[in-house]
């Protein structure tokens, strides 16, 4: 009996250690496919150990000697090269190592052959990089920004880099700065086929016209950060269209389309004003000269836009008089009417306040210049495409260009007020009502049935020192 017991106590010992031998394998089997270890551990602490290293030392060595390109290479590559810009260690000197990477992993390659693997093993790992959900936004954004500035042998850009790049831009799942980073990468293949470039390159430059069409027709989600960004992406990317019209110009198709997208969002007037603005820059661009029935649509359009440029401006500064009288800060009941931000200020008790020479900020003055010199701009060339029946154009495109060169000459809200009626011309306020509201408020509704008020209504009702 004993012996049976001792028997079944072995026996429970023996399972209990079994299950515990299964339960610590799965674990560590879960843990092996876990994200986290399945990243290898740094060979290289940081870019400088990484830089004086005898691996990379050896990599450099046999390239130069016109070695072809190996997987031993690659590996060094991508999982020691370029993985410096995600680690913590380096992110403050990013720009910099971008800046070397390049040189250190590229520049000694001699053979055609291999420099075109490392190339492409550079692309794609740098993709991969950038698209990184967990990992630093700055170092994924600097993979992308050194995406777009790989070059080939002979120091042009990388062509195998640009749809990845269009990608990129155009992947709503990617990290909004990075998406901005893909584009700087697209500017800089526009830019590159200006001046006496190749016909290659300028053909290259074309061939993004189908990602430009694509991105002035973005409608993703609306959300704060998505707002924003596709209006600074589609903004950019109408810069881009006028660089390629010229080069375009053999096969109009393509650049047809873009036109069409544009057209869009010139004609949607919830689209904030600056876009439209450049909306129209480019439509004018692609007028010719028997489409004077389409130019006539595109004016109209134009003066639209000015219009709706003016009467922000217009908004903006009633809503800051509004929060000045709010606030005390308006002229009361001390001085005449019209002395309020150009000669003198008087406070809540009457002392004087610094005179403020203009209620809307500079910056936002010199908006409304560029806008305004802009759509100039766009009659100009429109004027210019139809000749003999564009003349009515001309004159349009003369007095906005006046006006903005006029708020450009002294930024302020005189020039931009009177800008604004020059544009969008409002009804003259009588010599009592301009008395009763020298600060351009609303005037309060007459009372019905023509009796008058029970008690005076005061000059500016929301004013908390206003003394009944």
Same mark, same amino acid.
């Given at each position: ?253 393509? =650049? #047809?389309?873009?036109?069409? @997208?544009?057209? $869009?969002? *010139?004609?949607? %007037? &919830? /689209? +904030?004003?600056?876009? !439209? ?97 802009? =759509? #100039?701009?766009?009659?100009? @060339?429109?004027? $210019?495409? *139809?000749?003999? %029946? &564009? /003349? +009515?154009?001309?004159? !349009? ?72």
């Amino acid at each position: 009996m004993m012996r049976i017991q001792r028997t079944s106590r072995q026996l429970r010992f023996k399972c209990a250690i079994a299950c515990a031998t299964v339960l610590l394998a799965c674990g560590f089997f879960v843990a092996l496919s876990s994200p986290a270890a399945a990243q290898q551990k740094q060979r290289f602490e940081n870019w400088p150990a990484f830089e004086a290293s005898a691996a990379l030392k050896a990599y450099r060595s046999e390239l130069a000697a016109g070695g072809g390109f190996t997987d031993r290479h690659r590996q060094l590559l991508v999982d020691d090269g370029l993985a410096q810009l995600m680690m913590d260690a380096n992110r403050d000197r990013l720009a910099s190592i971008r800046a070397r990477l390049p040189a250190v992993l590229l520049g000694k390659i001699t053979n055609a052959a291999a420099y075109g693997e490392a190339s492409t093993a550079a692309v794609e790992a740098l993709d991969q990089l950038a698209r990184r959900a967990k990992g630093t936004v700055e170092g994924s954004v600097n993979a992308c920004l050194l995406l777009g500035e790989l070059q080939t042998q002979e120091g042009q850009l990388l062509a195998a880099a640009t749809p990845v790049l269009c990608e990129l831009t155009l992947d709503a799942a990617v990290t909004p700065a990075v998406r901005v980073a893909a584009l700087v990468g697209i500017r800089g293949r526009v830019e590159a086929a200006g001046g006496g470039s190749t016909p290659e390159i300028k053909q290259a430059a074309v061939g993004l016209l189908p990602t430009v069409e694509r991105l002035l027709q973005l409608d993703e989600p609306p959300a704060a950060a998505t707002t924003v960004l596709i209006d600074w992406l589609q903004q950019r990317t109408l810069d881009l269209a006028v660089k390629l019209v010229p080069l375009a110009a053999a096969d109009p198709q393509p =650049l #047809a389309a873009v036109g069409t @997208a544009a057209l $869009t969002l *010139l004609q949607n %007037a &919830g /689209k +904030p004003v600056n876009l !439209r603005v450049r909306a129209a820059g480019l439509l004018a661009r692609l007028v010719k000269a028997d489409e004077a029935t389409r130019a006539a649509e595109i004016v109209d359009l134009i003066e639209a836009v000015a219009v709706a440029a003016v009467v922000e401006d217009r908004e903006a500064l009633a809503l800051i008089k509004l929060e000045r009288s709010l606030s005390g800060l308006d002229s009361q009941a001390g001085g005449p009417p019209g002395m309020m931000a150009e000669s003198m200020m008087i406070g809540p008790n009457g002392e004087s306040l610094p005179a403020v020479p203009s209620l809307l900020p500079g910056p936002r003055c010199l908006q409304t210049s560029w806008r305004l010199g802009s =759509l #100039a701009e766009a009659l100009a @060339a429109i004027a $210019t495409a *139809l000749d003999d %029946a &564009g /003349k +009515p154009y001309e004159q !349009r495109a003369g007095k906005l260009r006046d006006l903005g060169l006029a708020i450009y000459k002294d930024p302020g809200d005189k020039t931009v007020l009177a800008a604004a009626d020059a544009v969008d011309p409002q009804p003259e306020a009588s010599d009592t009502d301009a008395a009763a509201n020298p600060a351009g408020m609303v005037k309060p509704p007459a009372p019905t049935g023509g009796r008058p008020p029970s008690e005076p209504r005061p000059n500016t009702p929301f004013s908390p020192f206003q003394i009944r």
